[in-house]
């Protein structure tokens, strides 16, 4: 079935047009990788998910058009989103910013998930986020994700910033969302390592413009072609 349908996206800021008729669709329980290079729309294309910038075209979630709806109810239809830059309360505790983000008081179940699938976010809960590393902090971050107990989950970089044994972290904690849970994910990645290593699909945005699309073990190759370090 399908969960999150995108038919001819375009996506302004003012009048620059940043994405030019994209189509793209992830099915219940699927995941699917957007790789591109840095200013390509890849966080562009979230934000329009999100309903955060201007766009034409159709995005709809469980059968409903999303566009048009304000961004609060888009997010109760069951979108969780962890922002590129994660965009924590600094001085707040982990726990009080992953309880912020539960749809009620009542949250102990979601709080227990996320606590599961990082240990070491539980082991800090009531440390200041600010006191914390970037891995921490990006684990706290998609906990938050979770805490609304969302059907798709949108990540912008998760491994932005953070070095190899980190982002393998990351990775198996995704890959448990992935397989223990029924939640979707839409990733948006520069590592492509980390993306083939998670998705179902990719998509290889450029430009504002989906340029190649396919299985991700027939994606192989991108790391050679596409974003050479
Ligand atoms: N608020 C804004 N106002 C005007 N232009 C913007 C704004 N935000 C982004 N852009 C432009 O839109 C284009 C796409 O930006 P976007 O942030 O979506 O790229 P990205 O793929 O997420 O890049 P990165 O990998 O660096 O995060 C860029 O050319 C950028 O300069
Ligand atoms: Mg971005």
Known sequence: MRLLEIEDLRSYYGRARILHGINLHVDEGETLAVLGPNGAGKT???????????????????????????????????????PEGRKLFPNMTAEDNLRLAAKSDECEEELNLVYDLFPRVKELRSQKVRNMSGGEQQMVAIGRALMSNPKLLLLDEPSMGLAPIIIGKILDALRRIKNETDISILLVEQNVHLALE???????????EIVREGDAKDMKDLERHYFEI
């Open 44 to 82: 562009t294309l979230l934000r329009s998910i999100c309903g955060l910038v201007t766009t034409e075209g159709v995005i709809k979630f469980r059968g409903e058009r999303l566009d048009g709806m304000k961004t609060h109810d888009r997010i109760k239809m069951g979108i969780g989103v962890c």
């Open 198 to 208: 998670l998705a179902d699909r990719v998509s290889v945005l450029v430009k504002g």
